[in-house]
């Protein structure tokens, strides 16, 4: 059965076949010829993959992001980066870095989070005399800090499939998430170095303040979803609930940019992607009890673990196999297809399931920003008018500098468990 299930899988992806669609027919396919257990079966399981209230974070995460994206919050957050970090070498690409941090705390989206800042960003860049390729490459890598700063819809999902905690995970993104930024930055400044880009005018105190006052709300949201969760006031998916109303207050009473009729354009967004996820949940779902029905999970654990039982080395075979998969495959699908194979081998290992989830997540984030299917690429071809070819090879250094926080990650785990372990107890 599970050479049909994996071939079948990979002649419809191949054939362009929808991802949710392929696991969906490739486990009815598998289903069909070599077992005879009623096709009732796979109807429940789908039906269980979606029954959780953790996964009702999903929807009003999406939600909350959409609405501060409609009510004027990037253009808030790149006055407040240009701020802090537009009077470097390479001010704007800074200050494009930083405002995706900001909105990455707020969306929960690396294309999201790219979409709202390179609107925002990539024509003052080019203004300024940035290649066209530099402006994308930079926009589309900083907004895969959407998918690690929580709150991160793809650490919900982790915690779904793996029963990991997500408040914890939300909390072991903080530090590789500010490591993450601090990195891109740093290539952000080689390049610009390199190339002659110069700094912004540094701001004054009144206008410092003035942004801060501006943006405040915005930034008060992942305080509030993160205080709430580590206060014990709500669980992560209630948090997700607070921060819609919050959204919707700050965005129609205080920012007054979102109209009553801007709402049913953010719900039918938010519809549509949430569709999209479920249907993905569920069919993955389907296709993971196969493979555990086949002793795959524990076929690869064995194997990995006669191969070595260093932890550091687990991972790094892990991650690379991540980095793989990163490059054709969503990084949402990665996380249902892959988390439950690779879960049972680094509990046999004794690695922290909140750590291994940030590491995951932080390693699928590169698969953001590498063809055939980075989604932050070409949401960046798209606002950026430039080809996918001139971009991905102008996205090297931060695929490099990205690399280099996944390894220190693996030999520093302590970067991600400082933090839940000392406010989580």
């Given at each position: 059965?599970?050479?049909?299930l994996?071939?079948?899988f ?7 076949v ?8 490739s ?40 609405i ?5 919050v ?9 701020c ?9 690409a ?7 941090t900001f909105?990455?705390a707020?969306s ?16 003052p ?12 490459a930079c ?7 959407g998918?690690?700063?929580p ?5 919900v999902?982790?915690g779904?499939?793996?029963?990991a ?15 993450m930024?601090?990195?891109l ?5 080689v390049?610009?170095k ?7 005018a ?7 303040f ?8 915005a ?14 006031v709500?669980?992560?998916?209630e ?32 519809a549509?992607s ?5 249907i ?8 993971s009890?196969l493979?555990a029905?086949?002793?795959i ?10 191969f ?5 080395v687990?991972?790094i075979?892990?991650c ?12 949402a699908?990665?996380v249902v ?5 690779f879960y049972?081998?680094?509990?046999s290992a004794?690695i922290?399931?909140?750590y ?12 953001q ?15 950026g008018?430039?080809?996918?070819e ?6 090297v ?16 785990p ?5 933090i839940?372990?000392h406010?989580?107890?």
């Amino acid at each position: 059965m599970g050479t049909t299930l994996f071939l079948s899988f990979f002649v419809l992806v191949v054939l362009g076949v929808p991802i949710a669609v392929a696991l969906g027919l490739s486990s009815l396919v598998a289903l069909l010829l070599h077992s005879h257990v009623p096709l009732m079966v796979l109807v429940q399981k789908a039906y269980g993959g979606v029954d959780s209230f953790t996964l009702m974070a999903i929807p009003f995460f999406i939600l909350a992001g959409n609405i501060m994206s409609t009510g004027g919050v990037s253009a808030r957050l790149v006055n407040l980066a240009s701020c802090f970090f537009g009077r470097f070498t390479g001010g704007l690409a800074h200050v494009a870095t930083a405002a995706c941090t900001f909105f990455g705390a707020i969306s929960g989206s690396a294309p999201a989070t790219t979409a709202a800042i390179g609107s925002v960003m990539i024509g003052p860049m080019r203004q300024k005399g940035y290649s066209k390729p530099f402006s994308a490459a930079c926009v589309a890598a900083s907004g895969t800090i959407g998918l690690l700063i929580p709150p991160s819809i793809t650490m919900v999902l982790y915690g779904v499939v793996t029963g990991a905690s997500v408040g914890k995970l939300f909390l072991g993104g903080v530090v590789p998430g500010l490591l993450m930024s601090a990195a891109l930055m740093a290539a952000n400044y080689v390049v610009a170095k390199r190339n002659g880009y110069g700094s912004e005018a540094k701001v004054g105190v009144a206008q410092t303040f003035k942004a801060v006052k501006d943006s405040s709300l915005a930034l008060l949201m992942p305080l509030i979803i993160l205080g709430g969760i580590y206060g014990g006031v709500f669980t992560p998916t209630e948090a997700a609930v607070v921060a819609v109303a919050y959204g919707l207050f700050v965005g129609m009473f205080i920012y007054r940019q979102l109209k009553v009729k801007d709402v049913w354009n953010v719900l039918q967004a938010t519809a549509k992607s949430t569709a999209i996820i479920m249907i993905l949940v569920a069919t993955a779902h389907c296709f993971s009890y196969l493979m555990a029905s086949e002793q795959i999970p524990q076929a690869l654990t064995d194997a990995l673990l006669g191969f070595s039982r260093d932890p550091e080395v687990l991972l790094i075979l892990i991650c690379f196999s991540l980095l793989v998969v990163g490059t054709f495959l969503d990084n949402a699908v990665a996380v249902v297809l892959m988390a439950p194979i690779f879960y049972p081998v680094i509990v046999s290992a004794g690695i922290d399931p909140v750590y291994f989830g940030v590491l995951l997540v932080l390693t699928l984030s590169i698969g953001q920003i590498t063809p055939p299917v980075g989604l932050c690429l070409f949401v960046a071809c798209n606002i950026g008018d430039v080809s996918i070819e001139k971009l991905s090879v102008a996205v090297v250094p931060y695929l490099l500098v990205l690399l280099v926080v996944m390894f220190i990650l693996i030999f520093f785990p302590d970067l991600v468990l400082f933090i839940p372990n000392h406010m989580m107890q």
